[in-house]
């Protein structure tokens, strides 16, 4: 399997913790939709008024699922809708199956289910009167309905099947909520005349690594469809009459539904060349040029209020979209192929100038889910590294913080083989967090047999953990429910691995107590000296932040190539292992020079180097370093050798080397035992030049055994 890199950071206008608590379509970020969600939190999720519990009847067999018929009528009737059971193993009836934000447990309405008044959030009744039909039935499987939520067994078990369901349903259907603002329409203009724009790029680049980080992306200008779809063009429908609508010829009114053929794929069966917007009777033909139109908030507007939509935050909808055959995004009267929504959100991603407006995190969500749906529909579907999709979806909503795992077990995973029932982590909701995350941790280094989770060990986003709940977690297992203010010092294929533990490879010891981890590695040196902390904040912010840094170089004499490099972790923009040195130490070079002219003497010492051939790119130093340095600090160890580790690391811990590490990492010795401070770049041994030192026989490098706890 190829690698999908991990992406740059982008400053946020908000941090998961400091969104507002209701969003625009009456969503509860705090209590985002979770089928799942632990029995503590029972009170706040959904309850459905079925006091005598004959709502639901057991489910016949361990390959049973519950289906929706919804029932027709009017938009404005009240729902009247019935449960059905069907099997996997049966000829299942054709089903669409719903992708939404359950919305505020506060905030219900009632409808009819099996002959009884039921409360659903206000969100899940707009979604059932946008989907009903007029003058039939309809067939849909809700999670909220369709699942038992006061029965803890059979959520469990039903999370097992949710990437069935999701994958043998005709059709996906993402309600995004009520266009309240009216900006639907012009949103997903705009997202057409983009994805037009980026399919007829894609026919002269075919060949699309959707394991690539955007921004190595960006170096070749790939942005393709799946399917047979890059040579196809987008369109929407609304209310209004739409002209090669991927859907089929229909007609949408406020109190109709995106019927059409279900089974016909939206990504393969695309209508005109051009997505035309028919209004008043007007045809309005889109922009073809080759880039998105530039930055004008009246333009981009609807575009970032659709992507901020809380349902690009929320976890479970990555594998609802990604195993879908076809997925249709409804906003209010409006509707659009979800295919061209990933699309736009690629093309608007390798743009860095209008790409830094948005900062916000439901672009990159987007970019990430596009990329595992576009997995899926090749001939020979991707296979995922685990741990790298933990990573990419880090910053996504749960109300269960077990979710952040157990949401990812129906996406195809390395070392798992979902048709013949095997997955990577069975969903346990016995299990409490810490538990849950021992496992993980654990089986991830079993499978992979390396150190990488280690490199996950990350600060939130204000640089502050004690304010995170901890779950009493070990310092060695990472903590899912972290939103990573800094990008960690790890990769998934040569190119983007150090390599500090050179061939040696992993070694960890059995032991009885699952808390502690055994791992042998070399004690190496101990921190002498740290510098600020490099806190989060805007680019602007930045030479302040790096002055004292510069000024202990000088102090320490070590050589500029090795500042440069130690600054971004050894990592170019693109999150890629430098390979030129003198084109990174060009780019600090016109880095220092436009940031402040008082460093002119900096630069002055960079001339050593032949740098006068070599224009440097100021503005991709400047990224890289946010990217690396946001939460962290520069240090000194007692040997004289420079570093960059997390914030929380302090004098006197130990620098030392794991078998099977990536990096070096930073401990501190506590009660004869080890707290793992994270992992950490030293230039001189990030290629196995201390395990080659000590495999020569060196006696200041010491083997051991590091008890972490």
């Known amino acids: 399997m190829r690698d999908m890199n991990l992406p740059v950071r982008i400053p946020l206008e908000t941090t998961p913790n400091e969104m507002s608590e209701v969003n625009e379509d009456g969503s509860d970020l705090l209590n985002n939709r979770s089928c799942a969600d632990s029995a503590n939190n029972a009170t706040s999720q959904l309850q459905l008024s079925a006091p005598d519990g004959n709502l639901y009847q057991p489910l016949p067999t361990g390959e ?393 060990v990350m600060p939130g986003g204000s640089c502050c953990p004690e304010s995170v709940q901890d779950f009493g977690l070990p310092s060695w297992v990472p903590n899912w429910t972290v939103y990573w203010a800094t990008v960690p010092i790890m990769g998934f294929h040569n190119s983007t691995k150090h390599t500090a533990s050179g061939p040696v490879r992993l070694e960890i010891i059995e032991n009885d107590d699952p808390k502690v981890l055994l791992a042998k590695g070399l004690e190496l040196d101990l921190v002498s000296q740290v510098l600020p902390v490099l806190e989060d904040g805007d680019y602007g912010s930045v030479p302040e932040r790096m002055r004292l840094c510069i000024d202990a170089y000088f102090n320490h004499g070590s050589s500029l190539q090795q500042l440069s490099k130690t600054f971004t972790a050894g990592y170019t923009v693109s999150h890629i292992l430098i390979e030129d040195d003198i084109s990174h130490l060009a780019d600090f070079a016109a880095f220092l020079r436009r940031v402040d002219p008082a460093w002119a003497y900096v630069v002055d010492n960079i001339s050593e180097f032949d740098l006068f051939n070599h224009e440097g790119d100021a503005e991709h130093y400047q990224v890289a370093l946010y990217n690396y340095c946001t939460c962290r600090r520069l240090f000194f160890t007692s040997h004289g050798k420079l570093g960059l580790g997390l914030a929380a690391m302090a004098e006197g811990d130990t620098i030392c080397i794991l078998f099977g590490g990536q990096t070096p990492f930073a401990l501190r010795h506590e009660n004869n035992r080890y707290i793992l401070i994270g992992a950490c770049y030293i230039a001189d041994i990030m290629k196995g030049e201390a395990i080659t030192e000590w495999q020569s026989g060196s006696t200041t490098i010491v083997e051991k055994v590091f008890e972490l706890w």
Not at 149 to 176: F, K, P
Not at 318 to 343: F, H, P, R, Y
Not at 354 to 373: D, K, T, V, Y
């Open 64 to 456: 049973s699922i519950r289906l929706l018929r919804l029932q027709p009528g009017p938009r404005d009737e009240p729902i009247s809708c019935s449960l059905q059971p069907a099997n996997f193993n049966d000829n299942l009836p054709a089903y669409e199956a719903l992708s939404y934000v359950w919305g505020s447990s506060s905030d219900t309405r009632p409808i009819i289910c099996n002959g009884r008044e039921i409360a659903v959030t206000r969100n899940l009744r707009n979604a059932l009167q946008r989907l009903r039909r007029r003058d039939s039935t309809r067939l849909i499987w809700v999670d909220a309905i369709c699942i038992n939520q006061r029965n803890d067994e059979e959520r469990g078990h039903q999370v097992r099947h949710m990437g069935s369901i999701y994958q043998r349903a005709t059709r996906v259907l993402i309600w995004l909520g009520k266009d309240e603002s009216e900006e639907a329409e012009q949103a997903f203009l705009l997202v057409c005349s983009i994805a037009n724009r980026a399919n007829d790029d894609s026919e002269d680049n075919s060949e699309d690594d959707l394991n690539e980080a955007p921004d190595e992306r960006s170096k070749r200008n790939p942005t393709t469809n799946s399917g047979n779809s890059s040579t196809t063009k987008s369109d929407f429908r609304s209310n209004k009459k739409f002209e090669g609508s991927p859907q089929g010829d229909l007609e949408i009114n406020p109190a109709a539904s995106p019927e059409g053929n279900a089974d016909n794929n939206p990504v393969e069966n695309s209508g005109k060349d051009i997505a035309i917007f028919i209004k008043d009777g007007i045809k309005e033909p889109r922009s073809n040029s080759d880039e998105p139109p530039p930055w004008d908030p009246s333009l981009w507007g609807p575009v970032k209020s659709l992507l901020d939509k809380s349902w690009f935050t929320r976890m479970w909808v990555v594998q609802e979209v990604t195993l879908a055959k076809s997925a249709t995004v409804i906003w209010g009267d409006a509707e659009i192929d979800w295919n061209w929504i990933g699309t736009a959100s690629r093309k608007i991603w390798d743009n860095f100038r209008i790409r830094s407006q948005f900062r916000i995190r439901g672009l990159e969500n987007a970019c990430f889910m596009h990329s595992l749906f576009q997995g899926q529909h090749k001939a020979e579907p991707e296979f995922y590294n685990f741990l790298m999709l933990l990573y990419w979806s880090q910053n996504l909503e749960v109300s269960d913080a077990r979710d952040k795992v157990f949401a990812l077990v129906g996406i195809p995973a390395q070392n798992s083989a979902l048709e013949n029932g095997s997955i990577f982590v069975e969903p346990d909701y016995t299990l409490n967090v810490r538990d849950v995350y021992i496992r993980l941790a654990r089986k991830i280094m079993e499978q992979d047999k390396i150190l990488s989770i280690l490199a996950c």
